[in-house]
T-cell receptor, first 109, second 119 residues
Framework: RKEVEQDPGPFNVPEGATVAFNCTYS??????FFWYRQDCRKEPKLLMS???SGNEDGRFTAQLNRASQYISLLIRDSKLSDSATYLC??????????FGSGTRLLVRP | DTAVSQTPKYLVTQMGNDKSIKCEQN?????MYWYKQDSKKFLKIMFS???????INETVPNRFSPKSPDKAHLNLHIKSLELGDSAVYFC??????????????????FGPGTRLTVL
């Protein structure tokens, strides 16, 4: 089983749509969780951290379910500029960031 | 005013050659990293240095040798390049290593990547 698993997509949605990505992780001892965004042929950039209580940043909402070892990202009112690959990232008990392979989002006009 | 920079951006070379990739950060961070992103897009850590000291050394062939002359620089030297080394190599830095405590990862800032192609 991969340490961090994501649906690779692509998710192809119209502008204005709401889209959700899920991610599961295998190490129950993991403590910190993140979503990074990677544009085509660019470096990953931190989108948001994921807290146990869930957190929101504008149109983006992240949720964590420790019991199910599951993280989600919800994007509301999708913009063309949201098109990118979204990487689920887990800080594991050996103090390393473990990246999922990413979920590709395409927002069409 | 680039925060994390890498050179070169592209590197095309023949099998068996030795090459180096340089990384510099001007953020005043203590910790630097090298990651490899393969064709399947998995980003995996290779090495991490904190204040010039090696703290993470993943199962990487010993043909790969990182060098940190000071805490703002982390270079990666690769000997006897193989076809399987073709990938994008990202350098990253963070303020510290576990600066927020053992449960929290410091935000990592990535360089633009070096696309290595071995022919």
């Amino acid at each position: 089983r991969k340490e961090v698993e994501q649906d690779p997509g692509p998710f192809n949605v119209p502008e204005g749509a709401t889209v959700a990505f899920n991610c599961t992780y295998s190490n129950s001892a993991s403590q910190s969780f993140f979503w990074y965004r990677q544009d085509c042929r660019k470096e990953p950039k931190l989108l948001m951290s994921v807290y146990s209580s869930g957190n929101e940043d504008g149109r983006f909402t992240a949720q964590l379910n420790r019991a199910s070892q599951y993280i989600s990202l919800l994007i509301r009112d999708s913009k063309l500029s949201d098109s990118a690959t979204y990487l689920c990232v887990v800080f594991d008990s050996s103090y390393k960031l473990i990246f999922g392979s990413g979920t590709r989002l395409l927002v069409r006009p | 005013d680039t925060a994390v920079s890498q050179t070169p951006k592209y590197l095309v070379t023949q099998m068996g050659n030795d090459k180096s990739i340089k990384c510099e950060q001007n953020l005043g961070h203590d910790t630097m990293y090298w990651y490899k992103q393969d064709s399947k897009k998995f980003l995996k850590i290779m090495f991490s240095y904190n204040n010039k000291e090696l703290i993470i050394n993943e199962t990487v062939p010993n043909r790969f040798s990182p060098k940190s002359p000071d805490k703002a620089h982390l270079n990666l030297h690769i000997k006897s390049l193989e076809l399987g080394d073709s990938a994008v190599y990202f350098c990253a830095s963070s303020q510290g290593f576990l600066a927020g405590g053992p449960l929290y990862a410091d935000t990592q800032y990535f360089g633009p990547g070096t696309r290595l192609t071995v022919l």
